[in-house]
T-cell receptor, first 111, second 113 residues
Framework: SQQGEEDPQALSIQEGENATMNCSYK?????LQWYRQNSGRGLVHLIL?????REKHSGRLRVTLDTSKKSSSLLITASRAADTASYFC???????????FGKGTLLTVNP | DGGITQSPKYLFRKEGQNVTLSCEQN?????MYWYRQDPGQGLRLIYY???????QKGDIAEGYSVSREKKESFPLTVTSAQKNPTAFYLC????????????FGPGTRLTVT
């Protein structure tokens, strides 16, 4: 079952611009995470935000979580060509620690 | 070098043959997972294991089997019963089943013709 849904499905921007991706989910969560996947590779963990947190930063990444709207956003500031990848949100619940992934947003950063 | 390895990177099989995908980790993680990824799709959980000699079905276990005889190894067998086996397969691990952050291997792309 698909818990998270990312929006947009694809995003193309110029180097230096900011990129914002959104994730919506359906049921209560324990944590929400964002992962990155370069083409044909495994996923790399970027950031985790707990259900009682509203915002978290890590380098050029900023994640927000709105549990009342069941949504999260990932902002990448000052994007670089190397940020080109697919970005996935994943959620887990207290009753079930399995991760459920969305379909991802394909980000293309043009040099 | 600590991490998760999957082999081979590319695998080709004829329809009707079983095939086993390897996943090894030296992170001393208790929990291991197998996911399937199809084009334009997210990851779907096939099987997971919380401890040695124990594993549970995920969302799409039909046509797959696993074993967990050693902590560091979690091989996945794609059987001939799996109707559409061509996909990208990813293995992951976490330090414990309650630890959220998952560490992924590089994946195996299986093509069945």
């Amino acid at each position: 079952s698909q818990q998270g849904e990312e929006d947009p499905q694809a995003l193309s921007i110029q180097e230096g611009e900011n990129a914002t991706m959104n994730c919506s989910y359906k049921t209560s969560i324990n944590n929400l995470q964002w992962y990155r996947q370069n083409s044909g590779r495994g996923l790399v963990h970027l950031i985790l935000i707990r259900s009682n947190e509203r915002e978290k930063h890590s380098g050029r990444l900023r994640v927000t979580l709105d549990t009342s709207k069941k949504s999260s956003s990932l902002l990448i500031t000052a994007s670089r060509a190397a940020d080109t990848a697919s970005y996935f949100c994943a959620t887990d619940s207290r009753s079930n620690y399995k991760l459920t992934f969305g379909k991802g947003t394909l980000l293309t950063v043009n040099p | 070098d600590g991490g998760i390895t999957q082999s081979p990177k590319y695998l080709f099989r004829k329809e009707g043959q079983n095939v086993t995908l390897s996943c090894e980790q030296n992170l001393n993680h208790d929990a291991m997972y197998w996911y399937r990824q199809d084009p334009g799709q997210g990851l779907r959980l096939i099987y997971y294991s919380q401890i040695v000699n124990d594993f549970q079905k995920g969302d799409i276990a039909e046509g797959y089997s696993v074993s967990r005889e050693k902590k560091e190894s979690f091989p996945l067998t794609v059987t001939s019963a799996q109707k559409n086996p061509t996909a990208f397969y990813l293995c992951a691990s976490t330090s414990s089943v309650t630890a959220s952050e998952q560490y992924f291997g590089p994946g195996t792309r299986l093509t069945v013709t």
